[in-house]
């Protein structure tokens, strides 16, 4: 991977510790706080979307409708399973197991189906990240009751499985359908928004109740987590998909340093010792 595609993914990967830990703030937000966050980017990107319009044009709107519509579905199931194992399972389970199991599998998806061959050093720095991943997720597991824990880990493999997903498809489309990073997240932010305006309308008191209190959340999560994917997708155009994706787990060692930082959830030893063999298996990535 080269210089610049790794730097992409490691700002990419601080961005998305940032939002995820805003997230957690609003556990209890549910489809609300998803709601309201993808409409939030909806309005703070459209600038530049607009902006990008202008200089490049659209794509054709077969193509462009096929890429959005398929991502948007599988990033709307991603975050309204993520909030919910937030809500039922500590940040420090939910969040690694995700972010650990998902390049997993789009690793394996990559090779399958895009044909790509990683190598013998990216095939090693990938296991390393899982094995980082397995490393902070065992153990104890923070304050809850076992029963919160195991519904934890259930919501976090199921958000695994639709980081593969998007992860695969998304960088099909900016590479092979050679859609824009920037209008492509932009119009799935959109899309996101359209597919869930039944739910805002019909719950308006509760999407209002979750702005009222939680509006910074809102504001910080509708912009970091549409940067933290531009970056990862520009990453995917100049490396392929099966570095990109267990590299962009540095964002685990942020996160299990905010879960115990802030949020006071325990087990630091080994969280800290699953976060150095996450970032050796990023070290070979980056080199691979």
């Known amino acids: 991977m080269g210089s610049t595609a790794l730097l992409l993914v490691v ?24 709601w309201l966050t993808a409409a939030c980017s909806t309005v703070l990107y459209l600038p530049l979307a607009a902006l990008v319009v202008l200089r490049a044009g659209l794509p054709p709107l077969h193509i462009g409708l096929l890429g959005v519509v398929v991502s948007a579905a599988l990033h709307l199931a991603y975050f309204v399973l993520l909030q919910r194992g937030y809500a039922v399972g500590d940040m420090s389970v939910v969040y690694p197991l995700a972010r650990g199991t998902g390049p997993l599998l789009a690793l394996l998806i990559a090779v399958l189906l895009l044909d790509e061959r990683p190598g013998v050093t990216g095939v090693a720095g990938g296991l390393l990240v899982v094995l980082g991943v397995l490393v902070i997720t065992s153990g104890g597991g923070g304050a809850r009751p076992r029963a919160g824990q195991l519904a934890g880990i259930g919501f976090g493999l199921l958000t695994g499985g639709m980081i593969a997903l998007y992860t ?87 996160a299990a340093l905010l879960a115990w930082w802030l949020l006071r959830e325990g087990d630091p030893v080994r969280r800290i010792a699953g976060s150095a063999v996450v970032v050796s298996g990023v070290v070979l990535l980056g080199i691979a």
């Open 168 to 254: 695969v498809w998304d960088a099909y489309a900016v590479t092979v359908l050679a859609l824009s990073p920037l209008l492509f997240d932009w119009a799935n932010q959109l899309a996101r928004v359209v597919l869930f305006a039944p739910y805002a309308w019909g719950r308006g008191d509760r999407v209002a109740g979750v702005w009222a209190n939680n509006r910074r959340e809102v504001v910080l999560v509708g912009l970091l987590s549409p940067l933290a994917y531009l970056l990862v997708l520009f990453a995917m155009r100049l490396a392929p998909v099966s570095l990109v994706a267990p590299a962009r787990e540095l964002s685990i060692v942020l």
């Open 11 to 34: 700002v990419a990967a601080a961005a998305h510790a940032g939002w995820n830990y805003f997230a957690k703030r609003v556990a209890s937000g549910g489809a609300a706080f998803v």
